[in-house]
């Protein structure tokens, strides 16, 4: 197979060329926003108006992708607890261990879950500092709460 062409095993499926995923025969686009956006949301204060926008979006693609709100909870919650602890060395650990959390949920579950993992690690791997942990809570607050806004169950 070369490059443009989709290799399949198992029902694991890899990205094809373009940015776009096969499922069950069919081309959806990734959905969410691009790893360098999700990084500038995390990293920069002034990109707030663009974050706001582009949550509202994917939290619709969510919830139009079959992600459940059971689903999105299981992570969101975990991040809310470190987030009433505070910031620190050991929550910096702790916020890592989301990323292989949102990754099962995405083996099980499919569809926008994979879309959700990796925008999650993506704004999880841009963490530096206090302020970009304060940042990616809200991030991810907003997804959530623009998941429940589209109707997302």
Request: proline content about 3%; aromatic content about 8%; glycine content about 10%.
């Amino acid at each position: 197979m070369n490059g443009n062409q989709q290799q399949q095993r198992g029902g694991h499926v890899r990205p094809q060329q373009g940015g776009q995923h096969r499922r069950q025969g069919n081309y959806s686009p990734v959905i969410g926003p691009k790893k360098e956006d999700v990084r500038q949301f995390i990293q920069d204060d002034a990109a707030a108006a663009d974050m706001i926008k582009a949550c509202e979006i994917f939290g619709g693609e969510l919830k139009n992708n079959g992600v459940t709100t059971t689903q999105l909870r299981n992570a969101y919650g975990s991040m809310k607890k470190l987030e009433m602890v505070g910031w620190s060395e050991q929550t910096k650990t702790k916020v890592l261990l989301i990323k292989p959390r949102l990754a099962y949920a995405a083996g099980r579950h499919k569809k926008g879950m994979v879309d959700l993992s990796r925008v999650m690690a993506d704004a999880i791997d841009a963490i530096r500092d206090e302020q970009d942990f304060q940042r990616f809570c809200n991030f991810f607050e907003a997804i959530v709460a623009y998941f429940k806004a589209a109707g997302g169950k």
